[in-house]
């Protein structure tokens, strides 16, 4: 299972990207799912997730977040 999920992360990431950097962006997108109540204390380390994760992304990808936040916004 965990193979199956850092062979998809790479994917998603770019199959340049190292297996630890992979884990890494897992582990933030698990984060972010942990911490999507509003009224959670741990709102920091949500939006520190969330800022990794874009680090992560390409240029194209980076756009297409930022469209999309602002749509919600």
């Given at each position: 299972?965990?193979?199956?999920?850092?062979?998809?992360?790479?994917?998603?990431?770019?199959?340049?990207?190292?297996?630890?950097?992979?884990?890494?962006?897992?582990?933030?997108?698990?984060?972010?799912?942990?911490?999507?109540?509003?009224?959670?204390?741990?709102?920091?380390?949500?939006?520190?997730?969330l800022c990794r994760l874009a680090e992560?992304?390409?240029?194209?990808?980076?756009?297409?977040?930022?469209?999309?936040?602002?749509k919600i916004s």
């Amino acid at each position: 299972m965990i193979e199956l999920a850092l062979e998809t992360a790479a994917l998603m990431l770019g199959s340049d990207k190292a297996r630890g950097y992979c884990l890494e962006m897992i582990c933030a997108d698990f984060l972010a799912g942990a911490n999507l109540d509003p009224d959670s204390r741990n709102q920091e380390a949500f939006l520190l997730s969330l800022c990794r994760l874009a680090e992560g992304l390409g240029p194209a990808q980076k756009n297409e977040f930022l469209a999309r936040l602002e749509k919600i916004s």
